[in-house]
């Protein structure tokens, strides 16, 4: 056996192995965030509801003053709810590879290689996640140090939307259906069949 002979039977082996990927469509990655956000307010809102109630009970429904401490309890589930949804996320990707609302419209996010995701790809995905938070962050400090003029101000918020949405709206254009986090986390999301 030659070694030409060798590789084209490796190399046909090694695309039979490889199932077709077929990368998500805008649409379905806009419909599986749409429900993914309805999931988002669920936590929030259970959270909220959590804090309320130690309030509540605290205050004996209304007729004291509620403690100090049930106070910090309710802040303490308000300040929870961006933890929880971190950790939603990071679960989801690490366990699955999709959301809830990725699950509904049959979609799975792999690395670029084609392999699961994985512990460390999760993390990669929700950091790269974060870089949109990051970005308002920016345009929200530059609105304050730019608060004595008001258009001044208004284009930073608006510039860093701007970009998000851009970010975002580059899946709509890529051929691999990446947005800005795919890129930066090395991740696409495809269609399961």
């Given at each position: 056996?030659?070694?030409?002979?060798?590789?084209?039977?490796?190399?046909?082996?090694?695309?039979?192995?490889?199932?077709?990927?077929?990368?998500?469509?805008?649409?379905s990655?806009?419909?599986?965030?749409?429900?993914?956000?309805?999931?988002?307010?669920?936590?929030?809102?259970?959270?909220?509801?959590?804090?309320?109630?130690?309030?509540?009970?605290?205050?004996?429904?209304?007729?004291?003053?509620?403690?100090?401490?049930?106070?910090y309890?309710?802040?303490?589930?308000?300040?929870?709810?961006?933890?929880?949804?971190?950790?939603?996320?990071?679960?989801?990707?690490?366990?699955k590879?999709?959301?809830?609302?990725?699950?509904?419209?049959?979609?799975?996010?792999?690395?670029?290689?084609?392999?699961?995701?994985?512990?460390?790809g999760?993390?990669?995905?929700?950091?790269?996640?974060?870089?949109?938070?990051l970005i308002?962050?920016?345009?929200?400090?530059?609105?304050?140090?730019?608060?004595?003029?008001?258009?001044?101000?208004?284009a930073?918020?608006?510039?860093?939307l701007v970009?998000?949405?851009?970010?975002?709206?580059?899946?709509?254009?890529?051929?691999?259906r990446?947005?800005?986090?795919?890129?930066?986390?090395?991740?696409?999301?495809?269609?399961?069949?």
């Amino acid at each position: 056996m030659t070694i030409s002979s060798a590789a084209s039977r490796r190399g046909a082996s090694a695309t039979r192995s490889q199932p077709r990927i077929e990368f998500a469509s805008f649409e379905s990655r806009v419909a599986a965030a749409t429900l993914d956000l309805l999931v988002l307010f669920i936590i929030g809102a259970v959270a909220v509801t959590v804090g309320s109630l130690v309030v509540l009970v605290s205050s004996d429904f209304e007729r004291t003053d509620p403690s100090n401490t049930s106070i910090y309890i309710f802040w303490g589930s308000v300040g929870g709810i961006g933890p929880a949804i971190l950790l939603y996320y990071f679960v989801s990707y690490a366990w699955k590879g999709q959301t809830i609302g990725k699950a509904v419209m049959q979609l799975m996010i792999i690395r670029s290689d084609g392999h699961h995701l994985g512990v460390l790809g999760a993390m990669a995905r929700v950091i790269a996640q974060l870089a949109y938070i990051l970005i308002v962050g920016v345009g929200v400090i530059a609105a304050f140090i730019l608060r004595d003029s008001t258009p001044q101000a208004a284009a930073a918020i608006g510039a860093s939307l701007v970009l998000v949405v851009a970010g975002m709206l580059w899946a709509a254009f890529d051929s691999r259906r990446r947005t800005l986090h795919d890129r930066i986390a090395g991740t696409v999301v495809v269609r399961l069949r």
